[in-house]
C-alpha cells in the first residue's frame, strides 16, 4: 500500500490516545457512578430500616411479639445478602438476632464492623466509595470481604436495632462492572473514531491525489506545449536567416521591404547614432522613455514611440509582446510558462525588464512563430 506507513502512524496515535483517555478518565467515571449508586442504595435503604423498626416496634408489645418480629425479620432478608446494601438485627449488646447469613445468628458483631463512627456519623455515596478502595488496597484478596454497618435504626419500645450494612464485596464487583463497561466504551468508541478517520483520510488522500494527477497532467501538458513553442522558435529563426542569406527575392519580398527600415537613429547622450535592425535586440519603453538594446548589451534612446517603431520594423522578426516591449527574434534565448496561460520572454541579452506575453497574445504569438 502506497501510504502504509502513513496509516500505521495514524492507527498508532489513534490507540495510544484511546489508551491513555480510558486510563485517565475510567477511576472518574467508575468513581462517578459507583457514587451516584451508592448515594441512591443508601437513601432506599434508610428508609426500608425506618418502617422495619416500625413494623417492628408494632408487633413487639404483643405476647411473644419479640421472637414473631425476628422470624418475620428473618424471612425477609433471606435473601438479601447478595444486595450491595442489607439490613440485619442486632440488640443492645451486639448480639446479632437476625441476618440473611444464618451462620452469624447468635454472635457478636465485630468492633471493627461498625463504619459509621469512622466517617462522622455521615453517610454519603463518596465516603463509601473512599472506604471500599481503601479496604480493597489493603486486603490480600486470600478470604472473603466482610460487610460493614452503617447506619443504626432503633426499634421503639425494644432492645432491638436494625443495622444497615455495606456488602463490600458486592459493591467491589459492581464497581469491577462499571470498569468493564467503561473500558468497553472506550474500545468501540476508539474502534469506530480509527475507522472513520482512516476512511476519511482514504477518501482525502483520494481526492487530493486525483487532483495532483490532473495538475501533473496539465504541467506535463505545458512542458510539452513548451518544448513544441522553442523548437518553433529555433526553426523560425534558421528560417529567417535563411531567409535573409538568400539573393533571390520575389515580388511579393521586395514590396514591404520598401517600408522597412534597415537602421534606426538613436542617442546615445547628445550623439546621433544609427543602429542596424539586426543588432537590435529589444526596445522597451520606461517613464516615456524609448530605449533600444543591442544584441551586444548596449544601450541608447529614440524620440519615436513604440508603435512608430514598430510599424517601421520588419514584423516576421520583430514582435509586440506588450505595451511596452518589443522584441527581436533572434534575441529570444528561451519560452517559458508565465502564471496559468501567459508566456514569458528569456533574451539574450538578458532583459532589464521583464518580457511577458499575456494570455490574450498568447496565441497571436504561438502563430507568429509558426509562420
Same mark, same amino acid.
Given at each position: 500500500?502506497?501510504?502504509?506507513?502513513?496509516?500505521?502512524?495514524?492507527?498508532?496515535?489513534?490507540?495510544?490516545?484511546?489508551?491513555?483517555?480510558?486510563?485517565?478518565?475510567?477511576?472518574? @467515571?467508575?468513581?462517578?457512578?459507583?457514587?451516584?449508586?451508592?448515594?441512591?442504595?443508601?437513601?432506599?435503604?434508610?428508609?426500608?430500616?425506618?418502617?422495619?423498626?416500625?413494623?417492628? *416496634?408494632? /408487633?413487639?408489645?404483643?405476647?411473644?411479639?419479640?421472637?414473631?418480629?425476628?422470624?418475620?425479620?428473618?424471612?425477609?432478608?433471606?435473601? $438479601?445478602?447478595?444486595?450491595?446494601?442489607?439490613?440485619?438485627?442486632?440488640?443492645?449488646? *451486639?448480639?446479632?438476632? !437476625?441476618?440473611?447469613?444464618?451462620?452469624?445468628?447468635?454472635? !457478636?458483631?465485630?468492633?471493627?464492623?461498625?463504619?459509621?463512627?469512622?466517617?462522622?456519623?455521615?453517610?454519603?455515596?463518596?465516603?463509601?466509595?473512599?472506604?471500599?478502595?481503601?479496604?480493597?488496597?489493603?486486603?490480600?484478596?486470600?478470604?472473603?470481604?466482610?460487610?460493614?454497618?452503617?447506619?443504626?435504626?432503633? @426499634?421503639?419500645? $425494644?432492645?432491638?436495632?436494625?443495622?444497615?450494612?455495606?456488602?463490600?464485596?458486592?459493591?467491589?464487583?459492581?464497581?469491577?462492572?462499571?470498569?468493564?463497561?467503561?473500558?468497553?466504551? /472506550?474500545?468501540?468508541?476508539?474502534?469506530?473514531?480509527?475507522?472513520?478517520?482512516?476512511?476519511?483520510?482514504?477518501?482525502?488522500?483520494?481526492?487530493?491525489?486525483?487532483?495532483?494527477?490532473?495538475?501533473?497532467?496539465?504541467?506535463?501538458?505545458?512542458?510539452?506545449?513548451?518544448?513544441?513553442?522553442?523548437? $518553433?522558435?529555433?526553426?523560425?529563426?534558421?528560417?529567417?536567416?535563411?531567409?535573409?542569406?538568400?539573393?533571390?527575392?520575389?515580388?511579393?519580398?521586395?514590396?514591404?521591404?520598401?517600408?522597412?527600415?534597415?537602421?534606426?537613429?538613436?542617442?546615445?547622450?547628445?550623439?546621433?547614432?544609427?543602429?542596424?535592425?539586426?543588432?537590435?535586440?529589444?526596445?522597451?519603453?520606461?517613464?516615456?522613455?524609448?530605449?533600444?538594446?543591442?544584441?551586444?548589451?548596449?544601450?541608447?534612446?529614440?524620440?519615436?514611440?513604440?508603435?512608430?517603431?514598430?510599424?517601421?520594423?520588419?514584423?516576421?522578426?520583430?514582435?509586440?509582446?506588450?505595451?511596452?516591449?518589443?522584441?527581436?527574434?533572434?534575441?529570444?534565448?528561451?519560452?517559458?510558462?508565465? *502564471?496559468?496561460?501567459?508566456?514569458?520572454?528569456?533574451?539574450?541579452?538578458?532583459?532589464? @525588464?521583464?518580457?511577458?506575453? *499575456?494570455?490574450?497574445?498568447?496565441?497571436?504569438?504561438?502563430?507568429?512563430?509558426?509562420?
Amino acid at each position: 500500500m502506497k501510504n502504509f506507513r502513513f496509516y500505521f502512524y495514524v492507527t498508532i496515535s489513534v490507540i495510544i490516545f484511546f489508551i491513555l483517555l480510558s486510563v485517565v478518565a475510567t477511576p472518574l @467515571v467508575v468513581k462517578n457512578q459507583t457514587t451516584q449508586f451508592l448515594d441512591h442504595q443508601i437513601e432506599a435503604t434508610r428508609q426500608n430500616a425506618k418502617t422495619l423498626a416500625s413494623l417492628c *416496634g408494632t /408487633f413487639f408489645d404483643e405476647e411473644n411479639g419479640k421472637n414473631r418480629v425476628l422470624t418475620g425479620v428473618q424471612k425477609g432478608i433471606g435473601n $438479601s445478602f447478595e444486595q450491595p446494601i442489607f439490613n440485619s438485627v442486632i440488640d443492645w449488646s *451486639g448480639q446479632i438476632l !437476625a441476618h440473611p447469613d444464618i451462620t452469624l445468628l447468635d454472635t !457478636a458483631i465485630d468492633e471493627d464492623e461498625a463504619l459509621t463512627s469512622r466517617i462522622d456519623n455521615i453517610v454519603t455515596g463518596e465516603k463509601l466509595y473512599e472506604y471500599v478502595i481503601d479496604s480493597a488496597s489493603e486486603s490480600d484478596g486470600s478470604s472473603a470481604r466482610p460487610s460493614n454497618i452503617i447506619h443504626l435504626e432503633l @426499634v421503639p419500645q $425494644s432492645d432491638l436495632i436494625i443495622a444497615t450494612h455495606l456488602n463490600i464485596s458486592v459493591i467491589e464487583t459492581i464497581m469491577n462492572d462499571y470498569a468493564y463497561q467503561t473500558y468497553m466504551i /472506550f474500545f468501540i468508541t476508539g474502534l469506530l473514531a480509527l475507522l472513520c478517520l482512516l476512511m476519511t483520510t482514504r477518501v482525502l488522500s483520494s481526492y487530493y491525489d486525483a487532483q495532483i494527477a490532473i495538475k501533473t497532467t496539465k504541467i506535463e501538458d505545458s512542458v510539452v506545449n513548451l518544448n513544441k513553442l522553442n523548437t $518553433s522558435l529555433e526553426k523560425y529563426q534558421k528560417n529567417l536567416q535563411d531567409l535573409k542569406s538568400s539573393p533571390v527575392e520575389t515580388a511579393q519580398d521586395n514590396k514591404p521591404s520598401e517600408a522597412v527600415k534597415q537602421r534606426l537613429l538613436t542617442y546615445v547622450r547628445n550623439e546621433l547614432v544609427p543602429i542596424a535592425v539586426e543588432e537590435i535586440a529589444y526596445i522597451y519603453v520606461e517613464n516615456k522613455i524609448t530605449y533600444l538594446v543591442c544584441r551586444d548589451g548596449k544601450r541608447s534612446t529614440s524620440n519615436e514611440s513604440l508603435d512608430q517603431i514598430y510599424s517601421s520594423l520588419d514584423q516576421r522578426a520583430f514582435f509586440r509582446a506588450n505595451r511596452q516591449i518589443i522584441v527581436s527574434i533572434q534575441a529570444i534565448s528561451k519560452i517559458t510558462k508565465y *502564471g496559468n496561460n501567459a508566456l514569458k520572454i528569456q533574451t539574450d541579452p538578458i532583459s532589464e @525588464v521583464d518580457i511577458v506575453i *499575456g494570455k490574450n497574445k498568447a496565441a497571436q504569438f504561438r502563430q507568429w512563430l509558426d509562420l
